[in-house]
């Protein structure tokens, strides 16, 4: 299978998301890993953009497992990716485990050989439209972009059921959105709707006063504290860990089709903790773990894993296909044309 015959099929859309990263490397065989060695390393240094206190709750149930430290940075999708590709030109692997959500930047960092192949156990749980062939980058969580809003402000009935919605002069001066140059989910949501919609459409939405902010959590603040009320396309999980907080929000997703996002784990080559890493890899996907991420609001990615609470499946949701090499190509053109539309 080629990069792009992977990443642009259509096949699977039914199924838990659409993308398919390519099998840049040959399947890797599945690999014991030296427990006691990783318990020697002592320590595993994990990047990702996972909300903090999900990813903190799946670092601490590892280290009560294993008792082994995971050292975490977290920041937004596009800052953990400068982060780590920094330090990698500079020859220093700082992150022994890399999670990210931008599939297009972890097909480029694959080519450069930046990781060591490895399929978990449950690795065959993951649905196919996002399993990586490769073991590259293993799936561990799914975003879901949605509309959501403060029902107890505007009612569910009148919040905005698709993309068209969000121009209606109704909800000009309550929108929020969030930044492609700094998260990396919106990044291809924006390149994929400026594609199918055209670039009017934002045009629009900046005519219809939408406040454009870093990233999902200050965006979900702005919906809590009701001065922008309505999230127009943004990380669902966000939603639902503030509802399940007691905050009245709830998740639209746009009845014209939304996206779904993997977030994938993948093992830095010459990482310093490499047992330590294969082992938080491991973990990862272990149902132990998975089922921590509804806990959250957030979708797991094994399909036997059910989905947040008060969610729909994933299957009952219209998924727009995303292609990540396109994405991939047009991303420093599409950052450049969202900073002109909206003067950031």
Do not use: C
Not at 53 to 66: E, G, I
Not at 168 to 193: D, E, I, Y
Not at 262 to 281: F, G, M
């Amino acid at each position: 299978m080629t990069a792009n015959n992977g990443l642009t099929r259509r096949a699977a859309l039914g199924a838990a998301a659409t993308l398919i990263l390519p099998s840049l490397l040959r399947p890797a065989r599945a690999q014991s890993i030296d427990i006691a060695a990783a318990k020697r390393e002592g320590k595993v240094v994990l990047y990702t953009s996972a909300p903090i206190a999900a990813a903190q709750k799946v670092a601490n149930s590892f280290q009560q497992t294993y008792g082994i430290t995971v050292e975490l940075f977290r920041s937004g999708g596009a800052q953990v990716l400068r982060r780590f590709q920094m330090e990698q030109d500079a020859g220093h692997a700082g992150a022994d485990v890399i999670v990210s959500s931008d599939p297009a930047a972890i097909i480029d960092l694959t080519a450069k050989g930046l990781f060591v192949p490895f399929k978990p156990d449950g690795y065959d749980k993951i649905p196919e439209a996002i399993r990586d062939g490769g073991g590259n980058a293993v799936a561990q969580r799914v975003s879901l972009i949605s509309i959501y809003g403060r029902t107890d402000i505007i009612p569910p009935h009148d919040m905005p059921k698709t993309w068209d919605d969000l121009l209606h002069p109704r909800f000009k001066g309550k929108l929020v959105m969030t930044n492609p140059l700094f998260t990396s989910l919106q990044l291809g949501v924006v390149a994929t709707m400026s594609k199918m919609r055209g670039w009017n459409f934002f045009e629009r939405l900046n005519a219809n006063d939408i406040m454009v902010v870093q990233g999902n959590e200050q965006a979900l603040n702005l919906v809590k504290t009701g001065e922008r009320p309505i999230a127009a396309g943004a990380d669902s999980q966000y939603a639902n860990e503030a509802r399940q907080a007691g905050h009245k929000i709830a998740n639209f997703f746009p009845a014209d089709g939304t996206f779904a996002i993997p977030a994938t784990t993948s093992v830095v080559k010459r990482a310093k903790n490499p047992n330590a890493a294969r082992l938080l890899a491991e973990y990862s996907l272990s149902l132990e773990a998975q089922k921590l991420w509804p806990e959250s609001g957030i979708y797991a990615a094994r399909s036997d894993i059910e989905p947040p609470a008060g969610s729909p499946s994933i299957r009952d949701i219209k998924v727009i296909p995303m292609d990540y090499a396109y994405i991939r190509s047009v991303s420093a053109q599409v950052k450049k044309r969202f900073s002109e539309i909206f003067s950031i």
